[in-house]
């Protein structure tokens, strides 16, 4: 199929077509979604090596990976990231470039693609506090959305993000009104501007009752299966242990889970967590009600959000930055309950 019959299906003008497939501004989003959507039906794909010559465009969209022996983005939540946004370059006859370079390679990696106009944007993952990226990115003049935001980063920029301070609170207010009073946080990175702010939300709330953040009761790590569990044992295991866990990911949460569970307790009874859930494809929070209790969102939709803001800012240079702030949700599961009255440690069996 051509563009021209794809055209006469939809009843709308080629050039109209071709733009809202190229995700240009003028086309309303629900033009833009239908023109899609039937594309998808009628199996279209653009002729790529055409539009690269009539826009001058490398219908690229690049993503550095950078890796190290701490990093959080060899996970899940960026596979389903990505599978998100690649549903919307797909339907925009755009094209992914992955790159995975060393930490120090990082900054090189984006002058080299700006140099060699390989990309026409990218998408930044993982923002740190003030992260240099953001001023390189502005000064190489590549297009470019962050997922997630930057504390103390100067100047504006396209972002997307989860508001991890309110999910946060929200969680542990959730705790604190089941009875709980010796809270854990199992967090991220501290260096990691989301776990920052789950760190602030988390805080907010026990100081509304007036309780201090207890440091033996608050960890930052890479977010592991052994990260969880090692950290959630160790915690049981001491003297006066917490009755309840927030665990920053689904994947540590795993961890955790076992770890009550060697010790002998009953995770929801005995103890309880509550876990922040991207509503992952293979790490589901499934069952009637769900496995576990959860401020939940969807990382495919951050996905697919940060592609879309990313077409348009490409398609229209001097588009002035746009930010989207998505809630998450708390959605009640098996894994939390009121706080025991007498909690006693157990040893593992």
Same mark, same amino acid.
């Given at each position: 199929?051509?563009?021209?019959e794809?055209s006469?299906?939809?009843?709308?003008?080629?050039?109209?077509?071709?733009r809202?497939?190229?995700?240009y501004?003028?086309v &309303?989003? $629900?033009?833009?979604?239908?023109?899609?959507?039937?594309?998808?039906?009628?199996?279209?794909?653009?002729?790529?090596?055409?539009?690269?010559?009539?826009?001058? #465009?490398?219908?690229? +969209?690049?993503? +550095?990976?950078?890796v190290?022996?701490?990093?959080?983005? *060899?996970?899940?939540?960026? $596979?389903?990231?990505?599978?998100?946004?690649?549903? !919307?370059?797909?339907?925009?006859?755009y094209?992914?470039?992955?790159?995975? *370079?060393?930490?120090?390679?990082?900054?090189?990696?984006?002058?080299?693609?700006? #140099?060699?106009?390989t /990309?026409?944007?990218? !998408?930044?993952?993982?923002?740190?506090?003030?992260?240099?990226? +953001?001023p390189?990115l502005?000064?190489?003049?590549l297009?470019?959305?962050v997922?997630?935001?930057?504390?103390?980063?100067?100047?504006?920029?396209?972002? *997307?993000? /989860?508001?991890?301070?309110r999910?946060?609170?929200?969680?542990?207010?959730?705790?604190?009104?089941?009875?709980?009073r010796?809270?854990?946080?199992?967090?991220?990175?501290?260096?990691?501007?989301?776990?920052?702010?789950?760190?602030?939300?988390?805080?907010?709330?026990?100081?509304?009752? &007036?309780?201090? *953040?207890?440091?033996?009761?608050t960890?930052?790590?890479e977010?592991? =299966?052994?990260?969880?569990y090692?950290?959630v044992?160790?915690?049981?295991?001491?003297?006066?242990p917490?009755?309840?866990?927030?665990?920053?990911? +689904?994947?540590?949460?795993?961890?955790?889970?076992?770890?009550?569970?060697?010790?002998?307790?009953?995770?929801?009874?005995?103890? &309880?967590?509550?876990?922040?859930?991207?509503?992952?494809?293979y790490?589901?929070?499934?069952?009637?009600?769900? !496995?576990?209790?959860? /401020?939940?969102?969807s /990382?495919?939709?951050?996905?697919?959000?940060?592609?879309?803001l990313?077409?348009?800012?490409?398609? =229209?240079?001097?588009r002035a930055?746009?930010?989207?702030?998505?809630?998450?949700?708390? &959605?009640?599961?098996q894994?939390s309950?009121? $706080?025991? #009255?007498?909690?006693r440690?157990?040893?593992s069996?």
């Amino acid at each position: 199929m051509n563009l021209k019959e794809l055209s006469a299906i939809l009843g709308l003008s080629p050039t109209t077509v071709s733009r809202a497939l190229n995700g240009y501004p003028e086309v &309303s989003e $629900a033009t833009r979604r239908r023109v899609l959507a039937e594309a998808k039906r009628q199996n279209y794909h653009p002729d790529t090596r055409a539009k690269r010559l009539a826009t001058g #465009r490398a219908m690229t +969209i690049g993503h +550095i990976l950078p890796v190290s022996k701490e990093h959080e983005m *060899v996970n899940p939540i960026f $596979a389903d990231f990505l599978a998100g946004a690649g549903e !919307v370059y797909a339907g925009a006859g755009y094209d992914l470039s992955l790159a995975v *370079v060393r930490d120090e390679d990082e900054a090189e990696a984006y002058r080299d693609l700006a #140099r060699r106009g390989t /990309v026409d944007g990218v !998408v930044l993952h993982g923002p740190k506090l003030d992260d240099p990226r +953001i001023p390189l990115l502005r000064e190489l003049g590549l297009p470019f959305v962050v997922h997630g935001r930057s504390t103390d980063a100067e100047g504006d920029y396209n972002w *997307v993000d /989860v508001d991890n301070r309110r999910a946060f609170a929200r969680a542990a207010r959730h705790l604190l009104d089941l009875g709980h009073r010796r809270i854990a946080l199992i967090n991220g990175l501290a260096d990691m501007d989301f776990a920052l702010r789950r760190l602030f939300g988390f805080s907010d709330a026990l100081a509304e009752r &007036s309780l201090p *953040v207890e440091d033996r009761w608050t960890a930052h790590g890479e977010m592991t =299966e052994t990260y969880g569990y090692e950290t959630v044992r160790g915690m049981l295991e001491a003297h006066d242990p917490p009755t309840a866990f927030l665990v920053a990911s +689904i994947i540590p949460a795993l961890g955790a889970r076992r770890a009550i569970h060697d010790m002998g307790l009953r995770i929801g009874d005995e103890v &309880s967590v509550v876990i922040h859930d991207d509503a992952l494809s293979y790490f589901r929070n499934e069952g009637t009600p769900p !496995v576990y209790t959860a /401020v939940r969102s969807s /990382v495919r939709k951050a996905g697919r959000l940060c592609a879309d803001l990313l077409l348009q800012s490409i398609a =229209e240079p001097n588009r002035a930055p746009d930010h989207i702030l998505l809630e998450a949700e708390l &959605s009640l599961g098996q894994s939390s309950g009121p $706080a025991p #009255r007498l909690f006693r440690q157990r040893k593992s069996r």
